[in-house]
């Protein structure tokens, strides 16, 4: 398969940084443990999951994309810019996907969260919902309830640039809204805040 990116496009970025810890869950997509202890993540993993998972969200009409932490929040308002997607950065507000009295209310067809754990009021209320979860996870996350996992450094701008780069663009695509890469109006360099390319 080709990549979507270059191999050292995606080094650059760190996606593939994990943490000291990994979880029994997220041992599939760990390439090797560094002397030190770190984690390194699989690049062909990501990559490839990042493909299956713009090929499943292209077939969703509302699809939310929410971020709390504070990396995530300029990469998104970037994605929220290129996009016709509903994207909630910062604070997720209780009862937005369950309250429908609440002003801010809202029926995604699908949730992409961008960390499981910082992101929980969003995935407990999808949970409840039973709407598709999506979702970026680092090599320390407990993968219940995730429906479809992104594997990466969701810690860094430059990762989470380069992940939701490639996920929007690749959405996108399959959706026929843009025919090929360079249809796409912004680069990984405007998501991830620093030049990558």
């Known amino acids: 398969m080709t990549e979507l990116i270059e191999r050292e496009k995606y080094v650059k970025?760190?996606?593939?940084?994990?943490?000291?810890?990994?979880?029994?869950?997220?041992?599939?997509?760990?390439?090797?443990?560094?002397?030190?202890?770190?984690?390194?993540?699989?690049?062909e993993k990501v990559d490839r999951r990042?493909?299956?998972?713009?090929?499943?969200?292209?077939?969703?009409?509302?699809?939310?994309?929410?971020?709390?932490?504070?990396?995530?929040v300029p990469v998104l308002d970037v994605l929220d810019e290129a996009?016709?997607?509903?994207?909630?950065?910062?604070?997720?507000?209780p009862g937005t996907l369950t309250n429908p009295s609440f002003e801010r209310y809202f029926e995604p067809d699908v949730l992409v969260v961008v960390d499981p754990l910082i992101d929980e009021q969003?995935?407990?209320?999808?949970?409840?919902k039973r709407i598709p979860i999506v979702a970026i996870c680092d090599s320390y996350t407990d993968l219940d309830y995730v429906d479809l996992v992104i594997p990466g450094n969701n810690k860094g701008r430059k990762?989470?640039?380069?992940?939701?780069?490639?996920?929007?663009?690749?959405i996108l695509k399959k959706k026929g809204e843009i025919e090929k890469?360079?249809?796409?109006?912004?680069?990984?360099?405007d998501f991830a805040g620093e030049e990558l390319e």
């Open 13 to 43: 970025s760190g996606v593939h940084l994990g943490m000291r810890k990994k979880s029994k869950d997220m041992d599939q997509f760990i390439f090797k443990t560094r002397p030190d202890g770190l984690s390194m993540i699989d690049i």
């Open 83 to 93: 996009t016709d997607f509903t994207v909630i950065s910062g604070r997720f507000m």
């Open 122 to 128: 969003a995935k407990f209320e999808a949970i409840k």
């Open 50 to 72: 990042i493909d299956v998972a713009s090929s499943f969200l292209s077939n969703f009409d509302d699809i939310l994309f929410v971020g709390r932490k504070e990396n995530a």
């Open 181 to 189: 890469d360079e249809d796409f109006g912004f680069s990984m360099s």
């Open 159 to 170: 990762s989470l640039g380069a992940i939701l780069y490639l996920l929007t663009r690749e």
